[in-house]
């Protein structure tokens, strides 16, 4: 069963649709020649410009490698580089969250 997308996602994934949108014309490439450096088919470029959350995760890390924002995206889910998981780094880390 296919789970609801909430609001926050969909707007979250429209604007990194907007993103990946204006790195590509900053680069001067047209879809076809980011899909083709991603691997990926023109439409799934359009799809993700135009904020599908249904994306994989395998495409978006792609078309960011293809883009140069690959490390950038990386060092933003990097929990050390905030002020919590700052915080946090001097205390032990479960080994395992139950959900």
């Known amino acids: 069963m296919k789970r609801p997308t909430t609001a926050k996602t969909k707007l979250a994934a ?3 649709g907007e993103n990946i949108s204006t790195w590509r014309k ?3 490439l047209t879809s076809q020649q980011l899909a083709d ?3 990926v088919s023109r439409s799934t470029i359009s799809r993700l410009e135009n904020g599908d959350p249904t994306v994989s995760l395998e495409t ?3 078309v960011c490698r293809a883009l140069n924002c690959l490390d950038a ?3 933003a889910t990097d929990p050390y ?3 919590y998981g700052r915080i946090r780094a001097d205390q032990s ?3 395992r969250v139950r959900g």
């Open 81 to 83: 580089e905030t002020d």
């Open 60 to 62: 978006f890390l792609n």
């Open 26 to 28: 900053l680069y001067n």
């Open 14 to 16: 429209r604007r990194i």
């Open 37 to 39: 450096k991603a691997a």
């Open 93 to 95: 880390l479960p080994q």
């Open 73 to 75: 995206v990386v060092d």
